[in-house]
DNA sequence: ATGGTAGGAAGCCTA
C-alpha cells in the first residue's frame, strides 16, 4: 500500500495538479494539508471520480487536512486532543485496511517572540501524547503531514539563515525526535540517508530553480507499520510544475 | 537592509 502526504497550499487552487499527480501516481492512501477551504467547498466529484474516498476536516482560508483513499475509509475522527479551545483544522484521522492514517498539519510557529511559537509547542506536546496512546495500543499507525519542523542542520539549503526561525528552534527539533524516541520510524530516512533532500521550496528569491529548500514533511511510522515499509522517497515532480504548491508529495510503500 | 511570491478574503493575514 503506498501511502503519501502533500500540502497542496490551497486544495481549490491546486485542483488541476492534485488531478493530474493522482492518476499519474496513482496512490492508495493521500493526506493533504493546507486545503485553505471549508468541507462544503472541498472539489470532491473531480476526486471521487478518480475512484478516492474522501475524509475532510476543513476551515475557512487557513489548515484544512483530508485523507483521500482508494480503499473504504473507516472510524475517521477529527481534531487533536488535549485543547478544546483550539479550532484550527490541522488533524485528522482514520482506518484504512487496519491501517491508522493520522495526517497533520502543525503550527509554523513564526515569528517566535510571539504566542504562535508557544502554540505549535504546546501542539506538538498534544501529538506526542497522542503517539504515545496509539503506540500503547501496539496499533499500525502512521503520522503523517507537514510537521514543520526541519529535523537537522543537514535538512535545509542554508542553517544560519534559519537560526531564529520556528522551523529550526531547540525545541520543536526535540519534541520531533521525542516521537522517534518513542519508537517511530521516519520513512523517508529509512531509505535516503542524503543530505538536502527536500519537500518545499518558496515561492520567493527563486527557491526553486536554486534548489534552496526545506525538509519539513514526514510520515513517522510505528514499528507495526515500519515493519512493513519497503520503500519510501520524494516526488519532485509536481513543485516544477504551472502553478505549483510550494511543497511536493512524500511518500512510502507497505507491504500488504 | 529589506523585500521578494502565493493564496484567500475582502481591503491584511498566513506562510
Same mark, same amino acid.
Given at each position: =500500500? $503506498?501511502?503519501?502526504?502533500?500540502?497542496?497550499?490551497? %486544495?481549490? /487552487? @491546486?485542483?488541476? $495538479?492534485?488531478?493530474?499527480?493522482?492518476?499519474?501516481?496513482?496512490?492508495?492512501?493521500? =493526506?493533504?494539508?493546507?486545503?485553505?477551504?471549508?468541507?462544503?467547498?472541498?472539489?470532491?466529484?473531480?476526486?471521487?471520480?478518480?475512484?478516492?474516498?474522501? /475524509?475532510?476536516?476543513?476551515?475557512?482560508?487557513?489548515?484544512?487536512?483530508?485523507?483521500?483513499?482508494?480503499?473504504? %475509509?473507516? #472510524?475517521?475522527?477529527?481534531?487533536?486532543?488535549?485543547?478544546?479551545?483550539?479550532?484550527?483544522? @490541522?488533524?485528522?484521522?482514520?482506518? %484504512?485496511?487496519?491501517? @491508522?492514517?493520522?495526517?497533520?498539519? +502543525?503550527?509554523?510557529?513564526?515569528?517566535?517572540?510571539?504566542?504562535? !511559537?508557544?502554540?505549535?509547542?504546546?501542539?506538538?506536546?498534544?501529538?506526542?501524547? @497522542?503517539?504515545? #496512546?496509539?503506540?500503547?495500543?501496539?496499533?499500525? !499507525?502512521?503520522?503523517?503531514?507537514?510537521?514543520?519542523?526541519?529535523?537537522?542542520?543537514?535538512?535545509? !539549503?542554508?542553517?544560519?539563515?534559519?537560526?531564529?526561525?520556528?522551523?529550526?528552534?531547540?525545541?520543536?527539533?526535540?519534541?520531533? $525526535?521525542? =516521537?522517534?524516541?518513542?519508537?517511530?520510524?521516519?520513512? !523517508?530516512?529509512?531509505?535516503?540517508?542524503?543530505?538536502?533532500?527536500?519537500?518545499?521550496?518558496?515561492?520567493?528569491?527563486?527557491?526553486?530553480?536554486?534548489?534552496?529548500?526545506?525538509?519539513?514533511?514526514?510520515?513517522? +511510522?510505528?514499528?507495526?507499520?515500519?515493519?512493513?515499509?519497503?520503500?519510501?522517497?520524494?516526488?519532485?515532480?509536481?513543485?516544477?510544475?504551472?502553478?505549483?504548491?510550494?511543497?511536493?508529495?512524500?511518500?512510502?510503500?507497505?507491504?500488504?
Amino acid at each position: =500500500m $503506498r501511502i503519501a502526504i502533500w500540502n497542496v497550499n490551497s %486544495i481549490k /487552487a @491546486r485542483l488541476p $495538479r492534485v488531478v493530474e499527480w493522482l492518476k499519474d501516481a496513482a496512490p492508495d492512501v493521500v =493526506m493533504l494539508q493546507e486545503l485553505k477551504c471549508q468541507d462544503d467547498a472541498f472539489p470532491a466529484m473531480e476526486i471521487e471520480e478518480l475512484g478516492y474516498n474522501i /475524509a475532510v476536516h476543513g476551515q475557512k482560508s487557513y489548515n484544512g487536512v483530508a485523507i483521500l483513499s482508494k480503499l473504504p %475509509i473507516d #472510524e475517521v475522527s477529527t481534531g487533536l486532543a488535549g485543547d478544546d479551545t483550539d479550532e484550527q483544522a @490541522r488533524y485528522i484521522e482514520a482506518v %484504512i485496511a487496519g491501517i @491508522r492514517c493520522c495526517g497533520l498539519y +502543525l503550527p509554523n510557529g513564526n515569528p517566535i517572540d510571539t504566542e504562535k !511559537f508557544p502554540y505549535k509547542l504546546a501542539w506538538m506536546d498534544r501529538l506526542i501524547d @497522542r503517539a504515545e #496512546e496509539l503506540l500503547g495500543q501496539e496499533e499500525c !499507525f502512521v503520522m503523517g503531514g507537514d510537521y514543520n519542523v526541519i529535523p537537522t542542520d543537514d535538512d535545509v !539549503f542554508d542553517a544560519a539563515a534559519f537560526a531564529d526561525d520556528a522551523l529550526t528552534q531547540p525545541e520543536s527539533r526535540a519534541r520531533l $525526535r521525542t =516521537m522517534l524516541n518513542l519508537g517511530l520510524t521516519d520513512a !523517508f530516512r529509512a531509505y535516503n540517508t542524503q543530505p538536502h533532500a527536500y519537500s518545499y521550496w518558496d515561492y520567493q528569491r527563486g527557491a526553486w530553480q536554486k534548489d534552496h529548500g526545506l525538509l519539513i514533511d514526514h510520515i513517522l +511510522l510505528s514499528p507495526q507499520a515500519a515493519d512493513r515499509l519497503v520503500a519510501s522517497g520524494i516526488d519532485r515532480g509536481p513543485r516544477g510544475k504551472e502553478k505549483a504548491s510550494d511543497h511536493t508529495p512524500v511518500w512510502c510503500e507497505l507491504s500488504e
